[in-house]
């Protein structure tokens, strides 16, 4: 009798939710106990009880959205050719389906599960806007009930809350394109910037799915931010004035959009390169952000000068290291200390690559060299299914751990290695001799990775 009058007062507690309007986010249904919600307090990141939370973790890069260099396809000039080859042969839907497929194998839950137990707590997660809409005009996927189908999203929150760790929804790749580079789908393509009939659509367009999206996962405390544009303008956000205005326009326009259906969620703008790319938040009145800023400087003595940028920045809001990498002569040991030492977040670019050598490259936590390419002109649909099958999972045998992930696991609690700082990186004393002289090892196989992909680029005119 009890049992059946809790599932009446159940139903009845749905159907007045439902009749109210309140969203509802269907992945928290699970019994997974709930992340506190964070939110900004000056330049720090707080939960409810006011207490500072630092981000640490990693990218689930190439999910969401490919890159050749790291996923198993290859084109220069980005996904967006290779999934309308696709769509040509096999239509939106298949194609769609096929993606899916792969996204489901690419990162699974034992992914979500790895991260925690290297003892991160976030997760930064690409998605690109072809996942969601079946083109650029903003027509949605929708499910069997006819709503907005966000159930590979929900079910990626879901993971989070299961394992502990908070997701940032990063929008990689947009309608119109929102920089030059292939890792927004296709290089050499921005229009989303245009004084142009066109480029005000995709703009329109960009403001309509973060409305949706928002308005999806409103009260989700496991969501940490709303990530708007990866890397927005590329390497032209400071010299060109024209486009500048319209991306800090654009951001007002979508932070504007978010708040009018979430309040709380933390945003995320994207400074990239420098903080002055991107106004202070007293210029729109924006409130609970974070900036971001991606490292990929080739010496130490730039990675601190860029740190000593973001701390006189004056902005009054915390900052952020979505991405880096150490390139050149920049160290690990130092990236990872002077961002804890500074109670910087920092999400590591990125956890799992395929390719030559990315079983032993510190691009990567999880890496293989035994990944088979699709060939999107030639390749079966069956086979293409099997390409994008369960070979690609990290546990699947084909992927080994490699040691860039025990070495980040080291600076995941916060430590801070005093005299890598000191020495600018010459000395490093964090994790085992064999981690570090590994790591050193994986350093030169990645500069040769980055130097032949840059050839690679240079050779077809994708490198810009």
Wanted: contains cysteine.
């Amino acid at each position: 009798m009890k049992k059946a009058l809790k599932s009446a007062l159940s139903v009845l507690l749905a159907a007045v939710i439902f009749a109210a309007g309140i969203p509802v986010f269907a992945a928290s249904a699970g019994e997974e106990e709930a992340l506190p919600a964070l939110h900004t307090q000056g330049e720090k990141i707080v939960d409810s009880s006011g207490k500072e939370v630092v981000l640490r973790g990693t990218n689930f890069g190439g999910w969401g959205i490919m890159e050749d260099w790291f996923c198993p396809y290859t084109n220069p000039a980005g996904l967006d050719p290779v999934y309308q080859t696709l769509v040509t042969r096999f239509g939106a839907e298949k194609t769609h389906e096929l993606f899916k497929l792969y996204r489901s194998n690419w990162i699974t839950e034992t992914d979500y599960k790895n991260v925690a137990e290297l003892g991160m707590n976030v997760i930064r997660l690409p998605i690109w806007y072809r996942n969601f809409q079946s083109d650029d005009n903003g027509t949605w996927y929708r499910d069997e009930s006819g709503n907005i189908d966000f159930s590979e999203l929900d079910e990626a929150v879901g993971l989070c809350k299961k394992y502990g760790l908070y997701l940032i929804i990063d929008l990689h790749g947009l309608p119109g394109y929102q920089n030059d580079y292939d890792h927004c789908g296709k290089s050499k393509s921005m229009s989303l910037f245009d004084n142009t009939e066109k480029g005000e659509r995709y703009r329109q367009v960009v403001i309509e799915f973060w409305t949706e999206l928002a308005k999806h996962y409103s009260g989700e405390t496991a969501v940490a931010m709303y990530d708007l544009m990866n890397e927005p303008l590329g390497t032209n956000i400071t010299r060109d004035s024209s486009y500048q205005q319209t991306f800090w326009d654009l951001s007002n326009d979508i932070y504007k959009a978010v708040r009018a259906v979430d309040p709380d969620t933390i945003i995320s703008m994207e400074a990239i390169w420098d903080p002055s790319a991107i106004p202070s938040p007293e210029v729109y009145g924006w409130e609970n952000i974070v900036y971001q800023e991606h490292l990929y400087d080739i010496t130490n003595f730039t990675i601190l000068r860029k740190m000593n940028e973001i701390k006189n920045a004056g902005y009054n809001s915390p900052f952020y290291i979505g991405e880096f990498y150490p390139r050149g002569l920049t160290t690990f040991g130092y990236l990872f200390s002077i961002f804890n030492d500074r109670g910087i977040s920092w999400t590591t670019w990125t956890y799992k690559g395929a390719g030559p050598d990315a079983d032993k490259s510190p691009w990567f936590l999880y890496g293989s060299s035994e990944i088979e390419k699709i060939d999107p002109e030639n390749d079966s649909y069956e086979k293409l299914c099997e390409k994008f099958g369960e070979v690609l999972r990290t546990d699947g045998g084909k992927f080994n751990k490699n040691t860039f992930a025990d070495y980040a696991a080291n600076f995941a609690d916060g430590t801070v290695d005093k005299p890598c700082l000191m020495s600018f990186g010459l000395i490093d004393t964090v994790g085992s001799r064999d981690q570090r002289s590994a790591m050193l090892s994986e350093k030169l196989t990645a500069i040769k990775t980055t130097i032949l992909d840059w050839l690679r680029k240079l050779k077809t005119g994708d490198l810009l």
